[in-house]
């Protein structure tokens, strides 16, 4: 016969046992929980991985007064100017709290994180918005330099030049090929000025001879 005290020093060391292993195991995944929480939250710093920040929005309003008058588009700056001026949520630290509390942090880190990658992503589109209004601009101010230039020119190959990078929509060596263009007008104009003066200096000279010789 089983004496009752054996049973219940059994049944005591039984309980410890499940205890412990129940500890053991539950600090276990507390630390599991803690260090995915510390590897999410390390990921979605800025120094470890990049993320647009609402300070961002200050360049871009300082790009903005320079652009809406450079750019084809002003629009486009406005958009970007707006988006950059969101404020995204706060990147929660990891707590030293049980696996549940940590997870539920962990969670809260990825959706910051997903905010911000959702944000790198739209103030991409905006400054391509803004680049590419940019560049129409350029090409359009080209353009228009072009066809004012026609006849006005020393050196017709600036504006061959110029045509050719207009054909090619190269916004920014045309910048170049549009100096060479207005700095052959502005030759062709002093040249013209000149010879304008010169002529007129000549005509002035001949009617003082021709009333010279008909008073002689």
């Known amino acids: ?65 320079r652009d809406r008058r450079t750019g084809k588009d002003p629009g486009t700056v406005t958009t970007l100017a707006d988006d950059s001026g969101h404020v995204g949520p706060d990147i929660p ?48 101010d080209a353009q228009g330099v072009y066809d004012s230039s026609a006849g006005r020119v020393t050196d017709e190959n600036t504006r061959t030049t110029l045509k050719a990078m207009l054909d090619r929509k190269d916004a920014q060596a045309v910048k170049g090929a549009v100096d060479a263009v207005n700095a052959s007008v502005q030759a062709k104009t002093e040249a013209d000025r000149i010879a304008a003066e010169a002529a007129a200096q000549a005509q002035a000279q001949a009617q003082a001879q021709a009333q010279a010789a008909q008073q002689a």
Do not use: F, N
């Open 93 to 140: 630290s990891c707590p030293t709290a049980g696996r549940d509390v940590v997870r539920k942090t962990s969670a809260g880190i990825g959706r910051a994180r997903s905010w911000y990658a959702r944000q790198a992503g739209t103030l991409k589109t905006d400054a391509k918005a803004v680049l590419a209004s940019r560049d129409a601009r350029i090409l359009a």
């Open 1 to 65: 016969m089983v004496r009752p005290a054996i049973v219940i020093t059994a049944i005591v060391l039984v309980l410890v046992l499940c205890a412990g292993g129940w500890t053991v195991w539950r600090h276990h995944e507390d630390t599991q929980a803690r260090q995915e929480c510390t590897r999410i939250h390390s990921a979605a710093l800025p120094g470890s991985q990049p993320v647009p920040r609402p300070a961002r929005g200050r360049h871009a309003q300082g790009s903005q007064g």
